[in-house]
């Protein structure tokens, strides 16, 4: 009879714990965020996740993502769950002159155990320590740093995928961004992969690196795994018909896909144009200003189309194509869209101001090629094409990249789980700009293989590496792109390594993260990628195979140079230069220059003209200029 009793008492905990309400709407909105729901402490704990939120009260806030820009610094508290009883709101404090003094009080929202701080009026030139508390005697604290205007060379930390096949600590790698000590850091998606526990998997991320977030001002983004699905192509923010995605939209409730956007981008610099999406979900593109390099955020999945029902099967899924005889036109049909026409007008309006930025480059989820042949399995995995990159639609990726290319900017992502560095190609090979796709934070969820069919060496120039498998290749898409360098992992040892992953061993699957030095004296970018494990404080530290690697700014326009302008003499230094097609109206770029002198560069005959200015091209213009070998002097 008592065991009866018990296993009836059980049955009922575990019915309940089933069918308590859910802090979510609708059928989607069942059993989401189950591990931090206000009612966890009235359970005995079900599982990693929900043992791991349960703090002792000391360790309440959990961490701190922060950006400063304009006079606004903007933070978000991110806290473990709160027990019934305790305080609903976390104070900021900063120290000045050897004394902490509160600056404000914020309430923490439910669902999602999160505050946002916002200080207008903020002295960016200045480091300040601060702390965020609360009543139950947990304080986190760190430094907001003052902008390094003054620095050299400006160095961001490049990072994405953290597999939740490994539940341990990222000690290496952070003690390694340590070292680098970079002044930016940019969370490229993938923070988590718990799909429907989006806030214990953000504050199992947060956790991770609260050592190294806690004293520099870091970018976050979302990526498809961040707000619960397999997939997502955003289409403006319909509703999906599934998680994997792709029909187009989000599927699970908007209340928690606009929860996950406040917990992980709320922080960043105000939107360029805030106006929400369907369902009232918030977009989040922006530029974040650091040191004089200015990142260009764009949101690739956000306005991105769904390709199931709009273009022809192909493959044994609607974004795979694994035909290999069909006409690429077929599926960069009229009216499908990539980043859209609110962030191509972002990106046009960024490449035109340069107020206070000396570089430029642009930081997103994914790559505008599809830089990937082996896709999950090196066995059975080769595919043709894979439309969850923006390498699709190649119309809206051309477009995109002309937009890049006229800031001369490289491009910054993660997603893919391979490391690889690119030269696009927009009309021909090499004529538009680099991306470093960095390699995944934990590669143990979902391998790729740079691969090429029957082992060829692409064509063009050859690359000064001693990789095998670079030169000028076509994707699956029919993209020109130029392969530069790729971290391949070793497929040998996949499960075995996946397993020796989760018990916390030491694993080399060409995880690890990226770092991009912007010099801004010499214009020169080097891209760097580091193994997950080891030490770079060491003098035998080794990068993977093929980097670093050093490029000029202006190599992120390869296009053919026909001839060139009179050259410019300005009155002052570093001016704002701005070249257009007069045939066309079409701008070629408009970039600060080194020094007071520019022979402006154009790719075909014609007459142009030049614009220029102080911080934009807004000061001078000359029209009808053709290529010459003549001078002008030009008064700002």
Same mark, same amino acid.
């Given at each position: 009879?008592?065991?009866?009793?018990?296993?009836?008492?059980?049955?009922?905990?575990?019915?309940?714990?089933?069918?308590?309400?859910?802090?979510?709407?609708?059928?989607?909105?069942?059993?989401?965020?189950?591990?931090?729901?206000?009612?966890?402490?009235?359970?005995?704990?079900?599982?990693?996740?929900?043992?791991?939120?349960?703090?002792?009260?000391?360790?309440?806030?959990?961490?701190?993502?922060?950006?400063?820009?304009?006079?606004?610094?903007?933070?978000?508290?991110?806290?473990?769950?709160?027990?019934?009883?305790?305080?609903?709101?976390?104070?900021?404090?900063?120290?000045?002159?050897?004394?902490?003094?509160?600056?404000?009080?914020?309430?923490?929202?439910?669902?999602?155990?999160?505050?946002?701080?916002?200080?207008?009026?903020?002295?960016?030139?200045?480091?300040?320590?601060?702390?965020?508390?609360?009543?139950?005697?947990?304080?986190?604290?760190?430094?907001?740093?003052?902008?390094?205007?003054?620095?050299?060379?400006?160095?961001?930390?490049?990072?994405?995928?953290?597999?939740?096949?490994?539940?341990?600590?990222?000690?290496?790698?952070?003690?390694?961004?340590?070292?680098?000590?970079?002044?930016?850091?940019?969370?490229?998606?993938?923070?988590?992969?718990?799909?429907?526990?989006?806030?214990?998997?953000?504050?199992?991320?947060?956790?991770?690196?609260?050592?190294?977030?806690?004293?520099?001002?870091?970018?976050?983004?979302?990526?498809?795994?961040?707000?619960?699905?397999?997939?997502?192509?955003?289409?403006?923010?319909?509703?999906?018909?599934?998680?994997?995605?792709?029909?187009?939209?989000?599927?699970?409730?908007?209340?928690?896909?606009?929860?996950?956007?406040?917990?992980?981008?709320?922080?960043?610099?105000?939107?360029?144009?805030?106006?929400?999406?369907?369902?009232?979900?918030?977009?989040?593109?922006?530029?974040?200003?650091?040191?004089?390099?200015?990142?260009?955020?764009?949101?690739?999945?956000?306005?991105?189309?769904?390709?199931?029902?709009?273009?022809?099967?192909?493959?044994?899924?609607?974004?795979?194509?694994?035909?290999?005889?069909?006409?690429?036109?077929?599926?960069?049909?009229?009216?499908?869209?990539?980043?859209?026409?609110?962030?191509?007008?972002?990106?046009?309006?960024?490449?035109?101001?340069?107020?206070?930025?000396?570089?430029?480059?642009?930081?997103?989820?994914?790559?505008?090629?599809?830089?990937?042949?082996?896709?999950?399995?090196?066995?059975?995995?080769?595919?043709?094409?894979?439309?969850?990159?923006?390498?699709?639609?190649?119309?809206?990726?051309?477009?995109?990249?002309?937009?890049?290319?006229?800031?001369?900017?490289?491009?910054?992502?993660?997603?893919?789980?391979?490391?690889?560095?690119? !030269?696009? +190609?927009?009309? @021909?090979?090499? *004529? &538009?700009?680099?991306?470093?796709?960095?390699?995944?934070?934990?590669? =143990? /969820?979902?391998?790729?293989?740079?691969?090429?069919?029957?082992?060829?060496?692409?064509?063009?120039?050859?690359?000064?590496?001693?990789?095998?498998?670079?030169?000028?290749?076509?994707?699956?898409?029919?993209?020109?792109?130029?392969?530069?360098?790729?971290?391949?992992?070793?497929?040998?040892?996949?499960?075995?390594?996946?397993?020796?992953?989760? !018990?916390? +061993?030491?694993? @080399?699957?060409? *995880? &690890?993260?990226?770092?991009?030095?912007?010099?801004?004296?010499?214009? =020169? /970018?080097?891209?760097?990628?580091?193994?997950?494990?080891?030490?770079?404080?060491?003098?035998?530290?080794?990068?993977?195979?093929?980097?670093?690697?050093?490029?000029?700014?202006?190599?992120?326009?390869?296009?053919?140079?026909?001839?060139?302008?009179?050259?410019?003499?300005?009155?002052?230094?570093?001016?704002?230069?701005?070249?257009?097609?007069?045939?066309?109206?079409?701008?070629?770029?408009?970039?600060?220059?080194?020094?007071?002198?520019?022979?402006?560069?154009?790719?075909?005959?014609?007459?142009?003209?030049?614009?220029?200015?102080?911080?934009?091209?807004?000061?001078?213009?000359?029209?009808?200029?053709?290529?010459?070998?003549?001078?002008?002097?030009?008064?700002?």
């Amino acid at each position: 009879m008592k065991n009866t009793i018990i296993l009836l008492f059980g049955a009922l905990l575990l019915w309940n714990y089933a069918n308590a309400q859910s802090a979510f709407p609708g059928e989607r909105g069942k059993n989401l965020c189950i591990a931090t729901r206000e009612d966890i402490w009235e359970r005995e704990p079900q599982g990693f996740l929900e043992n791991f939120v349960r703090v002792d009260r000391d360790k309440v806030i959990a961490f701190a993502v922060y950006t400063q820009q304009n006079g606004s610094m903007k933070m978000t508290a991110q806290l473990f769950p709160l027990k019934p009883g305790e305080d609903r709101e976390v104070t900021l404090e900063f120290k000045k002159d050897d004394r902490w003094q509160k600056s404000k009080t914020a309430k923490v929202q439910y669902p999602g155990w999160y505050a946002h701080f916002r200080v207008d009026g903020w002295d960016g030139s200045k480091d300040v320590p601060y702390r965020v508390k609360h009543t139950v005697g947990s304080v986190f604290d760190g430094l907001i740093r003052k902008n390094p205007v003054n620095k050299e060379e400006i160095v961001i930390g490049s990072l994405s995928c953290n597999s939740r096949h490994d539940r341990g600590d990222r000690d290496s790698i952070v003690a390694n961004l340590q070292a680098h000590d970079p002044d930016v850091l940019f969370f490229a998606g993938d923070q988590s992969y718990d799909h429907r526990e989006m806030t214990a998997g953000w504050l199992l991320f947060g956790y991770q690196f609260r050592n190294i977030i806690k004293d520099r001002p870091t970018i976050t983004i979302l990526d498809d795994h961040d707000i619960g699905q397999g997939n997502v192509w955003g289409e403006g923010g319909i509703i999906a018909d599934s998680s994997a995605g792709n029909s187009g939209g989000f599927y699970y409730p908007h209340e928690y896909v606009k929860m996950i956007h406040n917990q992980e981008t709320w922080h960043l610099p105000d939107p360029f144009d805030p106006t929400p999406i369907e369902q009232g979900i918030q977009v989040y593109y922006t530029d974040v200003k650091v040191g004089g390099v200015s990142f260009a955020v764009i949101e690739d999945r956000k306005f991105k189309s769904g390709p199931k029902g709009k273009i022809p099967a192909m493959g044994t899924r609607p974004d795979h194509i694994n035909a290999k005889s069909y006409n690429p036109a077929e599926v960069d049909l009229p009216g499908l869209k990539l980043l859209g026409d609110r962030q191509l007008h972002f990106l046009d309006e960024w490449s035109q101001n340069w107020e206070g930025v000396e570089m430029k480059a642009v930081l997103s989820q994914t790559a505008f090629t599809g830089a990937v042949h082996l896709h999950g399995s090196f066995d059975h995995g080769r595919l043709l094409a894979d439309l969850d990159s923006n390498a699709w639609p190649q119309s809206g990726r051309n477009k995109a990249l002309a937009a890049i290319r006229r800031a001369w900017a490289p491009h910054l992502c993660g997603d893919q789980h391979l490391a690889v560095v690119v !030269q696009h +190609g927009v009309e @021909n090979f090499r *004529d &538009g700009p680099f991306g470093f796709t960095g390699p995944a934070i934990v590669n =143990t /969820i979902y391998g790729r293989w740079w691969w090429p069919e029957n082992g060829t060496r692409g064509g063009g120039a050859r690359i000064d590496n001693d990789l095998e498998w670079t030169g000028d290749y076509l994707d699956g898409l029919q993209n020109k792109i130029t392969m530069i360098a790729y971290a391949n992992p070793d497929f040998t040892n996949m499960d075995s390594a996946r397993e020796l992953s989760a !018990q916390g +061993g030491e694993t @080399n699957l060409e *995880d &690890g993260y990226g770092l991009a030095r912007f010099h801004k004296p010499s214009r =020169t /970018i080097t891209f760097e990628c580091w193994p997950r494990f080891g030490d770079v404080t060491k003098p035998d530290a080794k990068q993977y195979k093929g980097w670093p690697m050093i490029i000029r700014m202006e190599d992120n326009d390869g296009r053919e140079v026909y001839g060139y302008l009179p050259e410019m003499v300005f009155d002052m230094q570093n001016p704002v230069v701005q070249v257009i097609n007069e045939s066309n109206k079409e701008v070629l770029y408009t970039v600060r220059i080194k020094g007071s002198t520019f022979l402006p560069k154009v790719y075909s005959d014609g007459e142009y003209t030049v614009k220029a200015g102080k911080d934009r091209p807004d000061g001078f213009t000359k029209r009808g200029l053709k290529p010459t070998a003549s001078k002008i002097q030009v008064k700002l």
